[in-house]
């Protein structure tokens, strides 16, 4: 029986039993098993429809667009400028011209929101335990990093960053 564990057996009942092996049929040659019954087609089931089912499975992965542009791009200028321009777009005010020179300012936050990206693409696990407060790995722990939260009128995000002696001083850390 399927249950015989469940029943109940002492240890040498259940290892003289079909439990582990099975039954003897399934050891001979499968030319010789009994042909079962029970389960064959009438010929009304034989006349049956036979159809076909097709799934489509569609599976999208997000991406980041300024990873696809640093991707793209092989002049750091040229991807400083360019993300400059998309993060100029997005924080403008409604009709407002974009035909402007960029500004120094307006460049400094394009390189730190690509920073951001990169550092969010390949060091998640160790921006997620510093939000957390939980240990770092060995190698990281001695260098004693820090999320720095940049914010500016329209954007805010937090960057990793190391400590060190320069964090006692009476300085922001931008200085």
Known sequence: PADQVSRGCNVDELNNSIWFGGPQFLLEDPALWPINNHFQLSPEDEALEKKKNTFTLISTAEKNSILDLIEKFSSHKKLLRVVAYILRWI?????????????????????????????????????????????????????????????????????????????????????
């Open 91 to 175: 924080r403008r005010p409604p009709k407002s011209s974009m035909g402007q020179d960029l500004t120094s300012e307006e460049l400094n936050l394009s390189f730190l929101k690509i920073a951001q990206v990169v550092q969010h693409s390949e060091f998640s696990d160790v921006i997620q335990k510093l939000h957390k407060g939980t240990t770092l790995p060995a190698n990281l722990q001695k260098l004693n990093p820090f999320l720095h939260e940049y914010s500016d009128t329209s954007l805010s995000f937090k960057l990793i960053r190391v400590g060190g002696r320069l964090l006692n001083a009476p300085l922001p850390y931008d200085a």
